[in-house]
């Protein structure tokens, strides 16, 4: 079942994803600890009135025996202002594993301009979307693992 970081109620366009944390050697990589944050609809991690640095969009998922996660979310809105494409960060905690951080930005986002592309950090991480018959955007990846 997937996580939510954003309900059913959340304003903005219903986004699912998933995929599998592996270990060093490839194998699936259960009990690891996903945490994801993201924008609202609008690029705001929080409300103004929330007087909080937490974002409101985040949720944790415990990786099942094959590895894998689900989240269920919306798409999130770029930062107001522009220059930083939409995006959703995660930070993965595995047993014997250094500490990762991985930012999904979205192939068809149109502040993602050549320039951003041809430069991406070792975080950075360009998904592809699909939308489903029901109009959910859609993308999968596996995330690989550093022993520590």
């Known amino acids: ?15 699912e994803f998933h995929g599998r944390v592996l270990d060093v050697q490839g194998l699936p990589a259960p009990g690891t600890s996903i945490t994801a944050w993201q924008t609202d609809a609008k690029g705001l991690y929080n409300r103004p009135e929330d007087n909080t640095r937490e974002p409101r969009l985040q949720a944790e998922s415990i990786t099942d025996e094959s590895g894998g996660f689900r989240f269920s979310t919306i798409r999130p809105g770029a930062y107001p202002g522009g220059g930083n494409p939409q995006h959703i960060h995660l930070t993965i905690r595995a047993p014997g594993h250094d500490l990762r951080y991985t930012t999904y930005w979205f192939d068809d986002d149109p502040i993602l301009t050549p320039n951003l592309r041809g430069n991406l950090d070792n975080e950075t991480v360009i998904v592809s979307l699909s939308q489903d018959g029901a109009g959910t955007w859609t993308f999968s990846h596996d995330i690989r693992l550093d022993g520590d």
């Open 1 to 15: 079942d997937a996580v939510y970081i954003a309900d059913e109620n959340e304003p903005g366009e219903r986004l």
